[in-house]
């Protein structure tokens, strides 16, 4: 058992790097303590005890942190990109250096498995390098002769950084979420203001750590924690400020609506990765083998929480009992639910017990539509813990098909044709990622590019990389984060013409 002056109680962890904790905003290069000391508490989701209590800032230090970046603004865009490069490999390995502890602030902010926690950390350093790579080599530009009748003219294009980017992450990616954000705007040389999910606050204070320990300027990455109530005044601030010029933010369909309307009155940059409802669809030709294990990677890993897994399991009617049959005895003997700190758990507790409250809500709601249960119902009013859950004969018309569950629980349906498949995958306003198994090459390119997503999984239910265009259409967003499109995000293009 660990305990330190920043935990409310003991926890079953003893930190190496007891420098990775603290409870205070990080602001131009330093750790502040509010005049105030107004602090929100964050839970532990396997007892729903407080675990810590951090710093609440309001939109009035938000603001004083804008400021501060804009003026770093000005002399960081001029770094070579080599420097910047440089500065992100630093920071990569100071992520490597603190791998446990930073995990382990994961498991117990987050209820991750601590296994899952450190394959987080891993994604964080690749996320880290690969951008340290791209910024090296810069967005490019392009030269194009004017077409004009006689024109001694060439245009040049440039891309360069759009200034003060503020960024809003997720509680389910504490990590990857958030460097997916920030990496690519520092890479490029924008200069960032985080608002962390209240949920994982730890989790971004140690990340903000390790870039303390990077060697970068003062007021390039500030990060201050709030409680929830005051996301709404802050995400007004980001949205209104003449001094930001870019608003990325991940989460629900409903906010970031909210949120591009207001920076749409603004004429700010945003990008957006919101809600998924990905449909996993499995045709009679698919090997099985293969798709169950995908499935179980794409449904139980992160408990459910993560917007692109399979949210609509969609099996060609002729091999339901086939498939079904092997799920289930997948499920039965691969997914152990437990505390996230032991080695044979391969699922921990949702992140709350309001995730169970939803899943119990669309579970209702399905069985009384003639959905059928086939796992046992053994969850526990009041816990986080929510069993792996397997139900047929699920259809449209239930709110399990509609919304998205984020939870370990598998809906199937069935469909009788390839059209008929690619019909209901598509009857959703969201449009994330999608799933296709099939032995068939031709189906298997007709399907995926029919799917109305942004990310396709072919024979494959693990689609997350930093190197790929990581994105939605449709409800589910705007923009990319990840791969070489992410810097474009962050730039402005600029064309000069050069008479000859």
């Known amino acids: 058992m660990g305990s330190s002056s920043i935990f409310c109680k003991e926890v079953p962890y003893s930190f190496s790097d007891h420098g990775l904790l603290d409870d205070r905003p990080f602001v131009d290069g330093k750790w502040l303590r509010l005049p105030d000391r107004k602090t929100f508490p964050v839970e532990d989701p396997s007892d729903q005890q407080n675990l810590a209590h951090v710093s609440d800032c309001d939109a009035s230090e938000y603001d004083k942190a804008i400021v501060i970046a804009h003026k770093a603004f000005a002399s960081y865009k001029n770094l070579a990109p080599r420097t910047r490069g440089d500065l992100l490999r630093r920071w990569s390995q100071q992520v490597s250096n603190s791998r446990n502890d930073l995990a382990a602030v994961c498991t117990l902010e987050l209820g991750k498995t601590f296994k899952e926690s450190l394959g987080a950390v891993d994604y964080a350093v690749r996320c880290l390098t690969w951008f340290a790579n791209l910024a090296e080599e810069g967005c490019g530009g392009e030269t194009i002769p004017n077409s004009n009748p006689g024109g001694k003219t060439r245009i040049f294009t440039i891309r360069q950084p759009v200034g003060v980017v503020c960024a809003i992450t997720p509680w389910n990616s504490p990590y990857s979420g958030v460097l997916k954000k920030i990496a690519p705007a520092l890479a490029v040389g924008c200069t960032v203001v985080h608002k962390p999910a209240p949920e994982t606050s730890l989790c971004a204070i140690a990340l903000a750590k390790t870039f303390d320990r990077a060697g970068f300027a003062p007021g390039v990455y500030n990060m201050l924690t709030c409680a929830p109530e005051k996301a709404a005044a802050i995400g007004d601030l980001f949205c209104s400020h003449h001094l930001v010029r870019h608003v990325t933010f991940t989460g629900s369909t409903a906010v970031g609506r909210y949120l591009a309307q207001r920076c749409g009155a603004n004429l700010k940059k945003m990008t957006m990765e919101l809600g998924g409802n990905a449909p996993f669809l499995v045709f009679a030709d698919a090997d099985l083998d293969v798709a169950v294990k995908s499935l179980l990677a794409c449904k139980f890993t992160s408990a459910g929480q993560v917007c692109i897994y399979a949210n609509r399991v969609l099996v060609e009617e002729q091999i339901q009992d086939q498939f079904v049959s092997k799920l289930l005895e997948a499920i039965t003997q691969n997914i152990r639910l437990g505390s996230p700190w032991d080695d044979k758990s391969t699922l921990g507790p949702l992140y709350s017990v309001k995730g169970a409250g939803k899943i119990q809500r669309l579970l209702k709601d399905a069985l009384n539509k003639g959905a059928r249960l086939l796992t046992p119902d053994t ?122």
Request: charged share 20%; glycine share 10%; proline share 3%.
């Open 379 to 500: 969850y526990k009013d009041g816990s986080a813990f929510y069993p792996p859950t397997l139900l047929v004969d699920t259809r449209s018309e239930m709110q399990i098909t509609q919304e998205e569950i984020f939870g370990p629980v598998v809906g199937v349906s069935t469909f009788k044709t390839e059209d008929e498949a690619i019909q209901l995958a598509n009857d959703v306003n969201s449009g994330l990622a999608g799933y296709v198994f099939t032995e068939n090459v031709s189906r298997l390119f007709r399907v995926a590019e029919a799917l109305q997503v942004g990310m396709v999984g072919a024979r494959t239910g693990s689609i997350s990389a930093v190197e790929q265009p990581f994105g939605g259409i449709k409800d589910s967003g705007l923009g990319r984060e990840g791969s070489r499109h992410a810097l474009e995000e962050y730039t402005d293009l600029k064309a000069i013409t050069l008479a000859l």
